[in-house]
């Protein structure tokens, strides 16, 4: 199982950037998927989750109407669409993936996510 995130870089406040999760050794539609962000000095987060056994997302607080999460069953993909960004948004974007969805009271702890990307840097200019 592997996860691969992409489309992170540097953007001036107010831009967009889609993240991109390439998931490899299990198939997009199995899976629960989970976007979460980490700020320097702080930690984790989850933004929005995708369960995949009936098509519910889960948005936080913090992404509702700013940041979008979708699927691309045929390039086994995870995408995270990020827009109106502000400095605040600057973090390392990691997206994650377990066979079964947490409870949703419980969707934005990471332990109860098995399977982790590397992450990709976001970083937004004032």
């Known amino acids: 199982v592997q996860l691969v995130e992409s489309g992170g870089g540097l953007v001036q406040a107010g831009g967009s950037l889609r993240l991109s999760c390439r998931i490899s050794?299990?198939?997009?539609?199995?899976?629960?998927i989970a976007w979460f962000r980490q700020a320097p000095g702080k930690e984790r987060e989850a933004l929005s989750a995708i369960n995949r056994k009936d098509g519910q997302t889960y948005n936080d607080a913090s992404a509702m109407g700013r940041f979008t999460i979708s699927t691309d069953n045929a390039k086994n993909t995870v995408y995270l669409q990020l827009t109106s960004l502000k400095p605040e948004d600057t973090a390392i974007y990691y997206c994650?993936?377990?066979?079964?969805?947490?409870?949703?009271?419980?969707?934005?702890?990471?332990?109860?996510?098995?399977?982790w990307g590397q992450g990709t840097e976001v970083t937004v200019s004032s």
């Open positions: 994650a993936a377990d066979l079964f969805f947490p409870k949703p009271d419980f969707w934005r702890q990471s332990m109860h996510w098995n399977y």
């Open positions: 050794g299990f198939l997009l539609d199995s899976y629960a």
